[in-house]
């Protein structure tokens, strides 16, 4: 008996669907647990995970920060780099902050809900805060003492020319000092919260001031990776830690030059991206070779 044509073209349906289902449902995703479960692929597919004590501590590939309760650094560990992924190298919320170079002015608020930094006060109060705890100069070009963006709203009598008839230091608000006296002759007056200066007509104008053109701090240990979860620095901001560590553990800095040695992987393939120290592989080595209370 031949079935109706309707049924006939559900049934080829059905069919493809439960072909499809075994395929792409079960068969390809068993395969694929089983070439991660290969010798040397093992490792890599159950996420790289770093085991110490018994416990899982971390993984290699997803970075993680060296911070107490109150989100301080631990002064005996060697620091991450920053991130923006969540509160901090959140694998669920990987990103990167989509500031970009023309972020400069804050948004300066009452409520904190409803302020944000700039990349430019973000980047300067890193590298002052890096400066401090690692006892370096943490001055940046474009920044001010106190960590912000040295950022000038300068009001002209006409527009865009003219003589400056008001200056705003946009980045700073009361109890702050201005960074600048005056401008051009006009006092420097501090933001007021809730004010959009360049909507009212203020000309952005950044000010260098006389921080050296190569900062102590390098560029990773006030920027966040792409991703946010960056598990590596530069050797040059592991340099940089290596006093404040030793120091912290009662060791030489010699020998902990080496452990950061013996942790930095070199350019993939010889020549594509940068040396990089695994940040978590190497406080583990120091809490194995220069364990503290």
């Known amino acids: 008996m031949r079935l109706p044509n309707w049924l006939a073209q559900h049934l080829a349906a059905l069919r493809a669907v439960l072909v499809f289902t075994v395929l792409l449902g079960l068969v390809y995703p068993l395969a694929l647990v089983a070439v991660g479960k290969l010798p040397g692929l093992d490792h890599k597919a159950d996420g790289s995970l770093i085991h110490s004590g018994g416990t899982t501590v971390g993984s290699t590939l997803i970075g993680q920060s060296f911070t107490d309760a109150d989100g ?11 991130s923006a992924a969540g509160d901090g190298y959140d694998p669920t919320s990987t990103s990167a902050s989509n500031l970009g170079p023309e972020s400069v002015v804050d948004t300066l608020a009452t409520d904190p809900e409803e302020a ?5 006060t973000q980047v300067c109060g890193r590298s002052k805060a890096v400066g401090e705890l690692d006892g370096v100069d943490g001055r940046r070009p474009f920044c001010t003492t106190d960590g ?87 050797p040059a901001y ?6 404040r560590v030793a120091r912290e553990r009662g060791a030489d800095p010699a020998a902990v030059r080496r452990l950061i040695d013996e942790h930095t992987a070199n350019r993939s393939l010889g020549f594509m991206g940068e040396p990089g120290v695994n940040v978590l592989e190497l406080n583990l080595a120091l809490d194995k070779q220069f364990p503290t209370r």
């Not at 002064?75 to 920053?82: E, K, M, N, T, V």
């Open 148 to 234: 912000v963006g040295a950022v000038l709203a300068v009001f002209r009598a006409d527009g865009l020319t003219g003589r400056v008839t008001r200056v705003v230091s946009v980045n700073q608000a009361a109890p702050a000092t201005p960074f600048l006296a005056s401008y051009q002759g006009v006092p420097v007056e501090l933001a007021q919260p809730g004010e959009d200066y360049v909507a009212d007509g203020g000309v952005v104008t950044p000010i260098r001031g006389d921080a050296p053109a190569d900062p102590a701090v390098p560029a990773d240990a006030v920027t966040a990776s792409g991703s946010g979860l960056d598990p590596h620095i530069s």
């Open 72 to 82: 301080n650094p631990v002064p005996r560990y060697f620091q991450s780099r920053p």
């Open 238 to 243: 592991a340099e940089l830690q290596v006093n």
């Open 116 to 120: 944000s930094e700039s990349l430019l």
